[in-house]
């Protein structure tokens, strides 16, 4: 190969070129690749490419003077060049200057000033096709219009024909006679480099240069510093192209020939695309027309696509991908679908093109573009990438190609319900319009919909009209519903679905809708708009009352994504899915009813009044399953369904309402209503005041103000499903009959804000204990609420009672009005059982009582002494190893202090700021942030805050437990063995380890939401696994008994505090939430934010910012 006539590599921050890698090398190096995608078990787009030929490393090794030869590792036989300078080329060398030094662990050279060096190698060595040497470059200081370059040669000539030199770095521009390496290395920077040097040249060589140009005056060739290191030669395979071609999975073989336009050479050959790692993609960089040969010539039909992944980093004039039966384009047609052009217009464009730096999923139907009709075809014998790019050095242009697929199409029918029946429509994509001329072409015939394996979603990318024929039609009438799921990933101008019964949208009825788009603001003559609108990013679930628009029948299902380009730069944005398509009439509204049920009619009406509910309703449905077990409300909702014919207060009795409740989002209050009539409060005065008759459960108030007619219990935090138990008869008065069912979900300030769901509602008219006169006994390993009530349950089957509730049970027999009242008797037994195993520790470390009290705030000797000074921990603390005898048979006391009182969540931590022992304070966490209204009576201020940013507090150690919300359990009894373990023995006392003293404004022990906001927090844990309690109920006195009767207890470490609270209360719970957001992890911004949150809110627990550490 000639050397001189070479053109570079060219230059990219990654590499360009294939080769292997083994794992050690790859840690030497740093990447950009981006973890394999999950869609379709296709492989990454961002390709891991085997070599990288100058990713940037950090050096630690010194370079020494000192050394008698430099090491070189030549295919895994390690080489020892002598430190015997010869010079490289004629009449290059600086004659005052100094020969290249060695380092003193042989693995560096180092030149200083114009030097052409060259080293006999202690062997001749072969350059095979796979060579490739591994190296690293250190420029301390630039030349004067010079470079530093790498060679092996045969000799030490820079002309000849065994032998080639690579530029690394220039300051005198292109160096025609080498190899120009990809990004240059700039001073005081470190590179790693893996050059093909067998795809330049192959043959032996004998020598290694490296040369230092710097040109100029004396002072001028006295400038240049470099060094290289840990020189490899290695063999490294060539990849092969994996494609999947007919359903095959085939390799190409990495054969890259020029391919030509009209004859004439457009290729710059001696740039090559990079195969990457695993096959799959190819990148191409700056001017290429590569073709890669078949293995076999593909037979291409109108049905033929050509589907690819796609990433255009840099644009070029042009980017297309070609099926041809020869190595040049006009040859035979034009076989070239081009995907980009930011400079030049290229034929056979895809409508709507690549965006930049976007990776971009192609499914080309190649044979449509082609021309090709039914039963026509043409032969491809070769795929081609070309990237055009004639601007300057044609360095321009970045593109990489993965995952390609050529194949017949044989689309996946799409399935959709029609009236309980699953229907197949064939997928055959036709074009529709929503013009008013039905010959207008909106639809990009290139962008056809995806769908999903089931069938049950289709997908939109870009610009698309299409239209779906059904086998047989179906008719809608008055109480006709669609419903549907869409995603938005990308917002386009309008997004709309259509029951049509010819090709155009305007077909005399109102029969397409509107679910989001850019341009929807109202209702037009093509469509009617659905509310809410699913912006970018966006979910939701339609249900469209299509009766109230239309009757009549139904043809064709069309999907129409229009993207005009009004707003973007090409018709490729966009992007939608519709899923779960269903056509049916409103199902009923299911009640439980004592031993059976009823059903009410879905005829949905507005509660209290029109200007209350969203409306016109159909746009606001509420939605109830198919087995009309609940009801789910979007947005403002104020609902009522009647009851034909009502049921009177002596039918339903002394009744109890049971139902189900989670709030997925809030709106400013939301309830449930039994009422006898549809005006809230009383029906002869619209004025609510407290005298009113109340007919209304309120779950959630999050607008605080006047509940005059609601009743209200337990509020559970959003995303929380709560079990609601209440004696309506005992709390109704002026009650006659139960006319209407009513749903509130109220939301003023914006109408589309709230997501409730009422389920499982069942009505008890006549609530009696099935066990009340029955002596029983169960046992429970830990006498949770859940397990109390499963103990009863199974004593209720056992005695054969005619209901299985447990709960119903227990309200009867504790006569209780809300299921809360049950819980809390139940807590109650199951505490009293612990008392006779408790011990106070507190009394034991002092007498005083207020020691360990102002202990925890951060106050005592036993934080402010140091045993430096000549205080002794071991004395002071002598009480606590007195109290640490009984920490393994005994509950230990939870101390009564503010900073512990009401751990709703269950979980509390200790922070220390510094030690009073010999050792430093291990630092294991950074503060956020510190609400000192939360620990006020600590920080004795009423309100402020604490803000810490990233320079720097100090030493922070924070460490804490759990035991979850449950006031029953074994866990809840041992909170204080874990607290007297944390923060007296642990950290304190055991090994004088003398962790004290507080965060400034917050204690230094206390539940979590009174302590800092941190990053981190380690974790015990403390169990009682093999501990009991058996509990008795006694008929005669109508009450429960338990006995606890103690294990062993066990502590151990439970990692991070986050992570095992996760484990311990679920990790979607909103109590893990709250740990997430309003403790443990990330609720202030730290500094540079600082200054942003200062117009916030920061004491209110439902202001949370992003804490970053």
């Known amino acids: 190969t000639n050397r001189t006539g070479r053109l570079p590599l060219p230059l990219r921050k990654e590499s360009q070129i294939e080769g292997s890698q083994s794992e050690q090398d790859r840690r030497h190096q740093t990447s950009t690749q981006s973890q394999p995608l999950e869609k379709g078990g296709q492989h990454s787009i961002m390709m891991n490419l085997r070599l990288s030929l100058f990713s940037t490393l950090a050096l630690s090794t010194p370079i020494s003077s000192a050394g008698q030869y430099l090491a070189f590792d030549a295919y895994g036989t390690p080489l020892e060049i002598g430190d015997n300078e010869e010079a490289y080329d004629q009449n290059q060398n600086h004659a005052g200057g100094v020969s290249p030094t060695i380092s003193a662990d042989h693995v560096s050279l180092r030149s200083v000033g114009n030097r052409w060096s060259a080293y006999a190698l202690p062997s001749t060595q072969e350059i095979y096709p796979d060579s490739v040497l591994q190296f690293t470059f250190t420029l301390d200081e630039d030349t004067v219009s010079g470079f530093q370059s790498i060679c092996l040669d045969a000799d030490k000539e820079l002309t000849g024909p065994n032998g080639q030199c690579f530029a690394l770095t220039t300051t005198q521009g292109w160096i025609d006679n080498m190899i120009n390496v990809a990004k240059r290395t700039d001073v005081g920077q470190t590179t790693h480099h893996s050059i093909p040097i067998g795809h330049f040249f192959t043959g032996p060589v004998n020598y290694l240069a490296f040369l230092q140009d710097s040109d100029g005056d004396l002072t001028a060739k006295g400038k240049g510093n470099s060094t290289i290191s840990n020189l490899r030669l290695v063999q490294m395979d060539r990849n092969k192209l994996n494609v999947e071609i007919g359903g095959q999975a085939q390799q190409l073989e990495n054969h890259q020939l020029s391919y030509t336009y009209k004859g004439g050479k457009q290729d710059t050959s001696d740039w090559l695309m990079a195969i990457s790692e695993d096959g799959y993609g190819v990148q191409i960089n700056g001017n290429q027309w590569k073709a890669l040969p078949l293995n076999s010539p593909y037979n291409v039909t109108h049905y033929t696509i050509l589907q690819l992944d796609v990433v255009v980093t840099e644009p070029g004039d042009f980017h297309a991908i070609c099926l041809d039966s020869n190595l040049d384009l006009e040859d035979g047609g034009k076989p070239c679908v081009s995907f980009m ?273 969203n409306t016109p309703i159909r746009d606001h449905l509420a939605i109830v399953p198919d087995d009309g077990s609940s009801i789910t409300v979007h947005g403002n909702i104020w609902r009522a369904w009647q009851l034909i014919p009502a049921m009177t207060a002596q039918e339903l009795g002394d009744f109890v309402v049971s139902f189900d409740y989670v709030l997925q989002e809030a709106g400013e209050f939301h309830a449930i209503c039994f009422e006898d009539n549809r005006e809230l409060g009383d029906f002869d005065d619209p004025t609510d005041n407290e005298y009113d008759p109340k007919r209304c459960v309120m779950p959630n108030e999050f607008d605080k103000g006047s509940n005059k007619v609601f009743f209200y219990n337990y509020e559970p935090e959003v995303g929380e499903t709560h079990r609601y138990v209440v004696n309506l008869g005992k709390l ?378």
């Open 341 to 613: 052009t930011p400079r030049d217009n290229f034929f056979n464009m895809l409508t709507t093109e690549v965006v930049a730096n976007q990776h971009k999923t192609l499914v080309v139907p190649y044979g449509v573009m082609m021309g090709l009709l039914e039963g026509d075809s043409k032969m491809a014998n070769y795929i081609a990438f070309v990237q055009d790019n004639d601007v300057g050095d044609k360095r321009g242009g970045r593109t990489t190609f993965s995952n390609i697929r050529i194949y017949e199409e044989n689309r996946m029918d799409v399935k959709i319900k029609v009236f309980e029946v699953n229907v197949t429509i064939p997928n055959y994509q036709e074009s529709f319009t929503m013009a008013s001329s039905s010959t207008y072409v909106q639809d990009s015939i290139d962008h056809v919909m995806s769908v999903s394996a089931g069938g049950e979603s289709i997908a939109m990318y870009g610009n698309s009209f299409k239209r779906l024929k059904l086998n047989e039609p179906f008719e809608v009438t008055k109480d006709t519903m669609l419903k549907f799921k869409l995603d938005i990933p990308q917002e386009a101008e309008l997004h709309v679905i259509c029951l049509l019964k010819s090709n155009n949208a305007r077909d005399g009825r109102d029969d397409c809708f509107a679910a989001s788009g850019i341009d929807v603001t109202s209702s037009s003559d093509s469509y009617q708009k659905i509310d809410p609108l699913t912006r970018t990013g966006g979910s939701r679930e339609y249900t469209i009352w299509i009766g109230s628009y239309f009757t009549g029948p139904v043809t064709h299902i069309g999907f129409a994504q229009d993207n005009d380009k009004a707003y973007t730069s090409t018709r490729t944005e966009g992007e939608s899915s519709y899923s779960n398509i269903e056509i049916y009439n409103l199902p009923r509204l299911n009640i439980g009813l004592d031993d059976s049920s009823f059903d009410i009619v879905n005829n949905q009406i507005w509660y209290e009044s029109t200007s209350q509910d």
């Open 732 to 1109: 109704f008065d002026r009650f006659y009959e139960w006319k209407y069912l009513a749903i509130v979900s109220d939301n003023d300030v914006d109408k589309s804000v709230g997501d409730m769901t009422v389920s499982n509602i069942h009505i008890t008219t006549s609530l009696t204990s099935c066990l009340k006169d029955t002596s029983y006994l169960f046992q429970v390993e830990d006498c949770t609420i859940d397990n109390f009530l499963a103990g009863v349950k199974t004593k209720m089957a056992h005695y054969s009672c005619p209901g299985d509730d447990p709960l119903l049970e227990l309200m009867a027999l504790f006569d209780a009005t809300w299921e809360t009242d049950v819980y809390r008797e139940i807590e109650h037994i199951c505490r009293a059982s612990y008392e006779a195993h408790e011990y106070d520790f507190a009394k034991m470390i002092s007498s005083e009582t207020q020691v360990v009290k102002e202990f925890i705030d951060g106050g005592t000797v036993l934080n402010y002494e140091r045993d430096s000074e000549g205080s002794s921990l071991a004395k002071d603390g002598a009480g606590i190893a007195m109290s640490e005898q009984f920490a393994e048979s005994h509950l230990l006391k939870w101390p009564k202090h503010h900073a512990l009182d009401h751990c709703d969540i269950g979980a509390a931590m200790c922070c220390w700021i510094d030690s009073r022992g010999d050792a430093e304070l291990a630092d294991n966490t950074d503060i956020c942030y510190v609400n000192m209204k939360a620990s006020k009576r600590t920080a004795h201020v009423a309100d402020g805050y604490s803000i810490y940013g990233d320079s720097g507090e100090g030493a922070v150690n924070c460490h804490g437990f759990a035991w979850g919300t449950d006031g029953g359990s074994v866990a809840e009894a041992l909170k204080g063995n874990a607290l007297f373990k944390v923060g007296f023995v642990d950290n304190f006392y055991r090994g004088l380890k003398g962790n004290v003293e507080q965060v400034p404004g917050a204690p230094m022990c206390g539940c979590v939401d009174r302590m800092p906001v941190v990053t981190n927090a380690g974790c015990t844990k403390v169990a009682d696994d093999t501990s009991v309690v058996d509990i008795t109920y006694y008929p005669n006195v109508g009450a429960f008994n338990a006995k606890f009767t103690m294990g062993s207890i066990t502590y151990d470490d439970c990692g991070d505090l986050n992570s095992y609270y996760k484990t311990l209360v679920g990790a979607e719970s909103a109590d893990s939430d709250y740990m997430d957001t309003g403790s443990l992890e990330m609720v202030v911004a730290m500094v540079p934010s600082t200054v942003s949150l200062l117009g916030k809110d920061l004491l209110s627990l439902t202001d949370r910012v992003v804490c970053t550490m």
